[in-house]
């Protein structure tokens, strides 16, 4: 008896299930994001000294690694004694940092209180120019700022950065300490040799690119702030080094820390002087030096580290701004840049890792690359 030829599926419920698959995949993927987000923000108090301490993490790591790269004393430094000097050197330039900074700030507060009444003339010329009405619209939103609201954030802020400090340094000490036992981990993780170089191959390639990307951003920061100070100097603007460090530590959050490092030494120069002539000399040197070492240094510098778009840049800024503040504006590039690396290394993500990236020239694992220890911890 010869079997009947299969029914022939109707073309319609062939695109109606299609469609809804794809709609189920979708509906999917939105709830996961959703609860990612919503765990995130309810967890930042944990999760944001586990972030910061992964970060110092990978820049201790990094700054050992060059230390035993080092002519004459680097050949003769183990892991161990090059780790416990990176985290010394990190320390004690961390410590004048802050001293620096906080010296300088508590006499650059005291200005902010008379900011707003040096800028009674510019109101004046606005009155003059442009009608009562815009005068009074203003004033109101200069009112509104409250400098000296802001400054009390900004030392609030600062005070709040120094209490964690403590917390990440407990972090960065235990995640050092486990280091020891990694490649251990590894082993019994994945028994299989293959998977287990594959595995060593994506943590290398996740702590090659963070720790590029933050050594290049350490240099050009330190690089954007020495020639500033220059310019402050030069110019006579009061507390040099406060702007200088302030200038330093903005420039790590893409584009808009530029822009506030430039515009807010040039603001409180009308705080201190009487004419517009230094405040514009401020701003053009300040603003020359970040817009030629970050439209053309660094760029030669970064290359293709992170190989991601400028709209991805801008928007995880934003994001990780929104919600965990400035610590997550900060941290945005590199977190971002994590889940890039990881992205690409999935079939069913890959295409949305293609999407964020810049040229649309993602890496895949190398599992046969041969790694150490070393290699695949930052």
Same mark, same amino acid.
């Given at each position: 008896?010869?079997?009947?030829?299969?029914?022939?599926?109707?073309?319609?419920?062939?695109?109606?299930?299609?469609?809804?698959?794809?709609?189920?995949?979708?509906?999917?993927?939105?709830?996961?994001?959703?609860?990612?987000?919503?765990?995130?923000?309810?967890?930042?108090?944990?999760?944001? &000294?586990?972030?910061?301490?992964?970060?110092?993490?990978?820049?201790?790591?990094?700054?050992?690694?060059?230390?035993?790269?080092?002519?004459?004393?680097? &050949?003769?430094?183990?892991?161990?004694?090059?780790?416990?000097?990176?985290?010394?050197?990190?320390?004690?330039?961390?410590?004048?940092?802050?001293?620096?900074?906080?010296?300088?700030?508590?006499?650059?507060?005291?200005? /902010?209180?008379?900011?707003? =009444?040096?800028?009674?003339?510019?109101?004046?010329?606005?009155?003059?120019?442009?009608?009562?009405?815009?005068?009074?619209?203003?004033?109101?939103?200069?009112?509104?700022?409250?400098?000296?609201?802001?400054?009390?954030?900004?030392?609030?802020?600062?005070?709040?950065?120094?209490?964690?400090?403590?917390?990440?340094?407990?972090?960065?000490?235990?995640?050092? %300490?486990?280091?020891?036992?990694?490649?251990?981990?590894?082993?019994?993780?994945?028994?299989?040799?293959?998977?287990?170089?594959?595995?060593?191959?994506?943590?290398?390639?996740?702590?090659?690119?963070?720790?590029?990307?933050?050594?290049?951003?350490?240099?050009?920061?330190?690089?954007?702030?020495?020639?500033?100070?220059?310019?402050?100097?030069?110019?006579?603007?009061?507390?040099?080094?406060?702007? /200088?460090?302030?200038?330093?530590?903005?420039?790590?959050?893409?584009?808009?820390?530029?822009?506030?490092?430039?515009?807010?030494?040039?603001?409180?120069?009308?705080?201190?002087?009487?004419?517009? +002539?230094?405040?514009?000399?401020?701003?053009?040197?300040?603003?020359?030096?970040?817009?030629?070492?970050?439209?053309?240094?660094?760029?030669?510098?970064?290359?293709?580290?992170?190989?991601?778009?400028?709209?991805?840049?801008?928007?995880?800024?934003?994001?990780?701004?929104?919600?965990? +503040?400035?610590?997550?504006?900060?941290? /945005?590039? &590199?977190?971002?840049?994590?889940?890039?690396?990881?992205?690409?290394?999935?079939?069913?993500?890959?295409?949305?890792?293609?999407?964020?990236?810049?040229? +649309?020239?993602?890496?895949?694992?190398? =599992?046969?690359?041969?790694?150490? &220890?070393?290699?695949? %911890?930052?």
């Amino acid at each position: 008896m010869t079997g009947e030829p299969p029914p022939v599926a109707d073309p319609r419920e062939v695109v109606l299930r299609t469609a809804t698959g794809s709609l189920v995949r979708l509906a999917a993927l939105l709830i996961i994001i959703a609860l990612f987000v919503a765990l995130l923000t309810a967890g930042s108090g944990f999760l944001v &000294p586990i972030a910061e301490s992964l970060i110092v993490w990978f820049v201790l790591n990094s700054f050992a690694l060059r230390l035993r790269t080092a002519p004459v004393i680097g &050949p003769h430094m183990g892991r161990g004694l090059s780790i416990a000097l990176a985290a010394l050197l990190i320390a004690v330039i961390g410590l004048m940092t802050v001293y620096s900074g906080v010296r300088s700030f508590l006499n650059t507060g005291t200005q /902010a209180v008379a900011l707003q =009444a040096s800028l009674d003339p510019l109101l004046h010329f606005i009155a003059q120019v442009m009608g009562t009405e815009t005068s009074a619209v203003v004033d109101y939103v200069f009112d509104r700022i409250g400098f000296e609201t802001m400054f009390q954030k900004l030392a609030l802020g600062l005070l709040g950065l120094i209490n964690q400090f403590g917390v990440v340094a407990i972090y960065v000490a235990f995640l050092v %300490a486990d280091q020891a036992f990694f490649d251990v981990k590894m082993r019994a993780l994945f028994p299989d040799p293959a998977r287990r170089a594959h595995a060593k191959a994506f943590l290398s390639d996740i702590s090659r690119q963070i720790s590029s990307y933050l050594w290049i951003m350490t240099r050009v920061s330190l690089m954007t702030a020495v020639l500033s100070y220059v310019v402050m100097l030069a110019v006579g603007l009061d507390s040099p080094d406060f702007w /200088a460090i302030l200038i330093f530590v903005l420039n790590f959050i893409p584009t808009i820390g530029s822009i506030l490092g430039t515009l807010l030494p040039t603001f409180f120069g009308l705080v201190q002087f009487d004419s517009l +002539g230094p405040v514009m000399m401020i701003l053009a040197g300040v603003g020359a030096v970040q817009f030629v070492i970050g439209n053309i240094i660094f760029p030669k510098l970064a290359g293709e580290t992170l190989n991601m778009s400028l709209f991805v840049t801008i928007f995880s800024l934003f994001f990780w701004g929104t919600i965990w +503040g400035v610590t997550g504006m900060f941290l /945005a590039v &590199p977190l971002t840049a994590i889940l890039l690396i990881v992205l690409s290394r999935f079939d069913v993500t890959r295409q949305l890792a293609i999407l964020l990236s810049k040229n +649309g020239q993602i890496g895949s694992p190398d =599992a046969s690359r041969p790694s150490t &220890p070393d290699d695949a %911890a930052p």
